[in-house]
């Protein structure tokens, strides 16, 4: 299980990676394994701010349809397109090319409370 340090992470299987003022956001390699094959993701939240734990959007695999949630506050400023096309990118490297979306942290202190790769390897089990 592929877990990077660096990242944060929350209890709902998301990460967070923070590049000044901005954020990237996906799932983990963990949720990704147990959604199975991801073959589509559907966020219509660009240009709207979200409350930590709000929905961004679904992402639809074989078996299930699953809620992406905000892991912080923030207002969503992209949708990665080329998971549009490639959904199986999630499956094939969910903290690169993977990636759902990209937002402003409008409190920036929230990333403080989730967990690091440690802490999250623990939650799992690892």
């Given at each position: 299980m592929n877990i990077p340090q660096?990242?944060?992470?929350?209890?709902?299987?998301e990460w967070l990676r923070i590049e000044g003022d901005e954020a990237y956001i996906g799932i983990t390699d963990f949720a990704q394994h147990e959604?199975?094959?991801?073959?589509?993701?559907?966020?219509?939240?660009?240009?709207?701010?979200?409350?930590?734990?709000?929905?961004?959007?679904?992402i639809e695999a074989v078996k299930t349809v699953s809620d992406i949630l905000m892991?912080?506050?923030?207002?969503?400023?992209?949708?990665?397109?080329?998971?549009?096309?490639?959904?199986?990118?999630?499956?094939?490297?969910?903290?690169?090319?993977?990636?759902?979306?990209?937002?402003?942290?409008?409190?920036?202190?929230?990333a403080d409370a989730l967990k690091d790769a440690a802490a999250y390897s623990s939650f799992i089990g690892l």
């Open positions: 660096g990242l944060r992470y929350s209890d709902d299987h959604l199975g094959d991801i073959v589509f993701v559907d966020v219509d939240t660009v240009g709207e701010t979200l409350d930590k734990n709000e929905t961004i959007g679904t892991p912080v506050s923030g207002e969503v400023l992209e949708f990665n397109e080329g998971i549009s096309d490639n959904a199986a990118a999630i499956n094939n490297d969910p903290y690169g090319e993977g990636w759902i979306v990209k937002i402003r942290l409008t409190n920036p202190a929230e």
